[in-house]
């Protein structure tokens, strides 16, 4: 089953440039790695030192042995004196092929489908107060 991590780096800022470099190298080999299925690098736009990799595996076991490599033969010996922060790793499974998981269609609601029931309650709430103060009074949707 595939699966997803999000790996959340923290640079200082003084060592964005040096990140650069050392990530640009770096994610040549994880993207030639066995089992990745994509990697990407995204920047918060308010935060250039604050960076999220994104990397797909096709199972577990491929992100697993990858660990293993970055902690071994593989280590990025040049990337903790850049980091402000320690790096905090998250993966996710894709569960779309798992029937328990999935949302009944009923269940989903759209945009419109929102606006028109706010639109209903604001209708409903104003009936209710013209009715008890003003009983000639009509609602209107707004």
């Given at each position: 089953m595939p699966?997803?991590?999000?790996?959340?780096?923290?640079?200082?800022?003084e060592s964005?440039?040096?990140?650069?470099?050392?990530?640009?190298?770096?994610?040549?080999?994880t993207r030639a790695f066995e089992g990745n299925l994509a990697t990407h690098v995204i920047v918060d736009e308010a935060d250039e030192a604050h960076w999220i990799i994104?990397?797909?595996?096709?199972?577990?076991?491929?992100?697993?042995?990858?660990?293993?490599?970055?902690?071994?033969?593989?280590k990025l010996v040049d990337l903790p004196p850049l980091l402000a922060a320690p790096?905090?790793?998250?993966?996710?499974?894709?569960?779309?092929?798992?029937r328990a998981l999935r949302v009944p269609m009923r269940e989903r609601v759209s945009r419109s489908s929102s606006c028109?029931?706010?639109r209903s309650m604001r209708?409903?709430?104003?009936?209710?107060?013209?009715?008890?103060?003003?009983?000639?009074?009509?609602?209107?949707?707004?």
């Open positions: 699966v997803t991590v999000l790996l959340e780096l923290r640079f200082k800022p964005v440039a040096a990140a650069r470099e050392v990530m640009g190298a770096a994610l040549k080999d994104y990397e797909r595996w096709e199972s577990v076991e491929h992100d697993e042995a990858y660990r293993s490599f970055r902690a071994g033969e593989g790096p905090v790793k998250t993966r996710y499974l894709d569960t779309s092929g798992r028109r029931a706010k209708v409903n709430i104003m009936s209710e107060l013209c009715s008890k103060h003003a009983p000639s009074c009509r609602a209107q949707p707004s």
